[in-house]
């Protein structure tokens, strides 16, 4: 038991310090990162069509500024493609208007034109909801592409600011118009709500 320990020790002891391992190995080439941004919601188009209990329809169809802050954190593994381009999976939490929570799974493309300096991305992935009310709503599409820059904080540290333009497609719960708790899916034809977001976040990456 204690030589498995002491393997399991000096294996963890290599992943956590670059140093130690070869040049060459294959996960010394993946990067490693940790973002924190504000998402401001800026536009929302809402259309509904539901079956009422008696039978008859309620249909509604909306859109315009819809300004709601909210939060998002994201880690962050990425490998190198070339010295200018990076693919990364991130996955975390993030907010998108009122009372919507996501926990999101994201492949992002980036382009470093410089070790430092300005840089290009885009990306795109699946969002579970999380409603504040509880449970889960159905899977959400989101997508995004922006900007950023880069700074060196040397021993491979860098600092990056990010400005994204971020779409996304859901599918929320309904409130029951007739009563507690919300729509039945059954009850549900159509449901969607596509958001508009300007994201701004601040990366430490390794």
């Not at 159509?190 to 601040?202: C, G, M, Q, R, T």
């Amino acid at each position: 038991m204690r030589k498995w320990l002491t393997i399991i020790l000096l294996f963890g002891g290599c992943l956590v310090s670059h140093a130690r391992l070869p040049e060459d190995w294959l996960l010394s080439r993946f990067h490693y990162g940790l973002e924190w941004g504000y998402s401001q919601c800026l536009w929302l188009h809402r259309d509904y069509n539901i079956t009422s209990v008696e039978g008859y329809r309620i249909y509604e169809k909306s859109q315009g500024f819809y300004l709601k802050p909210n939060g998002m954190i994201l880690g962050r593994v990425g490998y190198p493609l070339s010295e200018e381009f990076e693919l990364s999976l991130l996955g975390g939490w993030m907010g998108t208007g009122k009372d919507n929570r996501f926990f999101p799974l994201l492949m992002r493309l980036s382009w470093y034109f410089q070790e430092e300096g300005f840089f290009a991305h885009m990306q795109g992935g699946v969002a579970w909801h999380t409603p504040a009310s509880g449970g889960f709503a159905k899977m959400a599409g989101t997508a995004s592409a922006g900007s950023g820059y880069r700074i060196g904080l040397g021993s491979g540290l860098n600092l990056d600011f990010i400005v994204s333009a971020r779409y996304l497609h859901d599918h929320p719960l309904i409130p029951n118009p007739e009563g507690p708790g919300n729509v039945l899916d059954h009850n549900i034809r159509k449901n969607l709500a596509e958001y508009l977001s300007l994201d701004f976040s601040v990366a430490l990456s390794f």
